[in-house]
């Protein structure tokens, strides 16, 4: 599966700022703005149609968008997940009969990057197929607020999705909002949706989780579509909530219960003696992505920073990102364009000073 990641492409240095448009997506949780996700691919610059080295750039400058948003670095959970996905989603495609088997993303920090490298896969092959149009959406996205009262509040944030209007006397202060299943059930009919991803499972309240499954049970029963969880914990609550009993409820020590659907686990990346291949690995891909004069790609300078950057982020991808993002950034902004320790250093981002360290 594909995992190129997007963004908006960038500019050479001859185009003039104005009319350059920084990127501004639309929420994934809307059609457009997962389409745009699907559709946009990330382009490394290239140095020489960049601004000259020492030149003062803005925010939105096409290095300083790119390093906040570089390159998709896969683990080796991510790189297993997109796998078993694959096989997964393809096989429920060739199933004439029967529910779809769904999935769960569980697991650490790193569970959303999964999820929707996943739809970006997915869509991309069902593209070489077909040609994409205004009504076709394979793929939908909703993640999940944080309450639910009854069943009908379940079609809002798939309403919402579809842009569709489910208010009653919306100019009136009395306004309500309206079941809109059938709407939405029609929609994702028409389209041909086939993929459901539902971010955000852990926010579901215990006494929620009947009417939650209840529902997501429905839209597999009325549509061919396999349906991915996705959130901390997700593994016991989704099997709670197929079942349809409390997640305190449940015996600690019995297997009776346990889901059947296949799991997707994200983990930090560990980096002990003998055990440097992964979080080595990830080094050198973000080193290689990065576009800065004084930094060559490939040349493996992030290693020397090996145990500093997982002592700083414990492995966790999210904090990883976050952290060579912004000091790629901060390189690029006072001109010392490459990764040093006293950029490091200077960063926020896995911090754990004591107050009087700030004095």
């Known amino acids: 599966m594909d995992t190129a990641h997007p963004t908006q492409k960038p500019v050479g240095s001859a185009s003039p700022p104005a009319l350059f448009t920084p990127l501004d997506p639309e929420l994934l949780t809307v059609r457009a703005g997962l389409m745009d996700f699907v559709h946009r691919r990330l382009e490394p610059p290239d140095l020489q149609d960049c601004a000259p080295q020492g030149t003062k750039v803005t925010d939105t400058d096409p290095r300083m968008m790119y390093h906040g948003e570089l390159l998709p670095v896969s683990t080796p959970d991510v790189t297993r997940g997109l796998k078993d996905a694959r096989r997964a989603l393809r096989t429920n495609r060739f199933r004439p009969v029967g529910k779809r088997m769904s999935m769960i993303i569980d697991g650490c920090a ?173 080094l050198l891909r973000y080193d290689k992505n990065l576009r800065l004069y004084n930094h060559v790609p490939g040349a493996e300078a992030l290693l020397e920073f090996e145990e500093e950057l997982h002592e700083r982020t414990g492995g966790y991808m999210d904090t990883l990102d976050q952290l060579l993002c912004q000091t790629a950034q901060q390189a690029i902004e006072d001109g010392t364009e490459a990764i040093t320790k006293e950029l490091l250093d200077d960063m926020l981002v896995g911090r754990t000073d004591s107050d009087d360290d700030w004095s």
């Open 110 to 282: 790193g569970k959303t990057t999964l999820l929707l490298q996943i739809a970006r896969a997915y869509q991309g092959i069902l593209e070489l197929e077909r040609r994409p149009d205004d009504e076709w959406t394979p793929v939908v996205y909703i993640n999940v607020p944080p309450r639910h009262e009854h069943n009908l509040d379940w079609s809002l944030p798939f309403a919402d999705f579809f842009d569709m209007d489910h208010t009653i006397n919306l100019d009136k202060r009395t306004y309500r909002s309206t079941d809109m299943t059938e709407p939405v059930v029609h929609a994702m009919r028409e389209s041909r949706t086939s993929l459901i991803l539902i971010d955000g499972i852990n926010r579901i309240h215990d006494n929620d989780l009947a009417a939650a499954f209840d529902y997501f049970d429905c839209l597999q029963a009325r549509l061919r579509v396999s349906i991915i969880y996705c959130g901390r914990g997700a593994t016991d609550i989704v099997n709670e909530g197929l079942h349809n009993r409390r997640r305190g409820e449940r015996p600690r020590t019995s297997e009776q219960f346990r889901s059947t659907l296949p799991v997707m686990w994200i983990r930090p990346i560990p980096f002990s003696e003998g055990d440097e291949e992964d979080w080595r690995s990830v």
